[in-house]
């Protein structure tokens, strides 16, 4: 086909009758009629630039088969293609076919020609550790161990690391020998949990979102307003009319649809409640470019940046209690006058999804900085797989072992899981995944909900134990476990009975929406 071949196949008989059993005569077997184009040789007609011809096929044989009478004439046989040649019939083109070998003769073809395995290190420019452990000997929680980082990997999502592992080989020649193991380091391993657990990235999300939000606003402010940023003078911009609401609707319409109270008028509808200050004074550039706010009473600057809200502004030097309590705009609101930091601990704290185990400085490690690697002082950073290169040294501990594939699985962590619970974590957070993408990927959606009474519908009783799995009466909820309230028997509930349940947030130990059966819907 890469050649522009057509391939045509008719019957070997041109009588339709004609049938008499032989390999010349049976309607079964057909012929390959093959042809080829080309470029015809100038002069050519104008639009015809190929022409056609027949293409000849010629099969190669040993003459040994044909002395043993292997292959005779009339003899009906499989073939493959192996090669074309433009010009090997008398100038015509010509299908090179050779005999398609028996299953027993490429058996041993590839065993006598099949090479010995070879592995080429290509780019690795640092120096390997030596093989100071042996894989037989490794289990998981082993560690700690020091090891080099050979290669990053983003298509695959993991780093190999080197920390001197080896395994016992046999060569060809009989020796005993030591073959190096790289360890295998996921790239979910590396991250930070916040990014692992699909519940604070959603709120990562919603918060840079915010926060970028406000930053836009308040450089396009700036702009707007700020006096000092005019260097000259703008020409009027043309102002556009848009439709008004009185274009469409009376105040007797915005009262029946409760956009009006019974004593307001249309002024009323247009008036804004909210006050704003001028601030544009109030901010200022540094010399590094950074947006500053200076408190007009301490006159302490702040940076923007690290200002969570924009409102923050007028409330960042202020130690007025009444003016922190004015601030609060929502008594009941959780998260109100804390920090990115803060929120997500609260988050933690609720959701209850943060891990005991985990360290205050994990996935950390020393790293010197430029200016004190004289003096051998280090400092911390993160680590994040997409920044690390092949030469960095980090400490790793023993995941997991297979001497049977000769793989060794690791982790930073220095309280080690078993592979089967780190396998149903990976599924409790797909899980989280769909349920968070299910309400929105807004968090704040799950801590609403909880509390909530609502009917539902039991669709399925757990074999393994006492819980049910409920179909909230609400469109915007997928199915979730549920327990009994106390009081309540398990045998008083079956498949398609009407309950009432009370929404209890996210059951981490299985990603899905948790509940309680309150009791039997009337």
Known sequence: ASRRVLLQFEHNSDDD???????GNNKAVVRHTGYTRFRRPPPHREGFPYQHARLSAALRVSQRAVDTGAVTEGSIMTAVIASYDKTGDAGAPLLRL??????????????????????A???RSQKLVDVVHKLEELKAGDGPFTGTVVRVSSKSEFVLVDFGLGRTIKTAAGDTGVERVLGVLPFSDVQDKRERNPLLQAQDKRFATDRKANLVNTMQYIEDVAPDNHHEEQPPQQLVEYPSVEDFFTEEDLRAFGALDPDETMEDFYKDDEEYEEIAHLLRFDKDGNLLYEDPKTGESFDISDLDDINDI????AVDEDVVDNHDDDENDIFAGLTSEERFEKLDEIMSISDPDDEKEENQVPVATNFDEDVGATTTRKLDPMKMKAGDDITVYCQAVSKQSSRCMLTLHENVKPMKDVKKAAGVTKKLERLVEQLGGDIQAILDLKGTECGGVVKATSRTGDWFYVQPERHDLPVGVAQLA????????????????????VDETRGQLAMTVTGKAP
């Open 17 to 23: 009758d004609a049938d008499d059993g032989s390999p």
């Open 98 to 119: 050779a005999m398609a070998p028996t299953k027993t003769s490429r058996k041993e073809k590839d065993r006598k020609t099949k090479p010995a395995r070879r592995v």
């Open 121 to 123: 290190h290509r780019g």
């Open 314 to 317: 007028k409330f960042a030097g």
């Open 486 to 505: 106390e009081g309540l028997a398990a045998d008083s509930l079956g498949k398609g009975d009407s309950v009432t349940v009370r929404l209890e947030g």
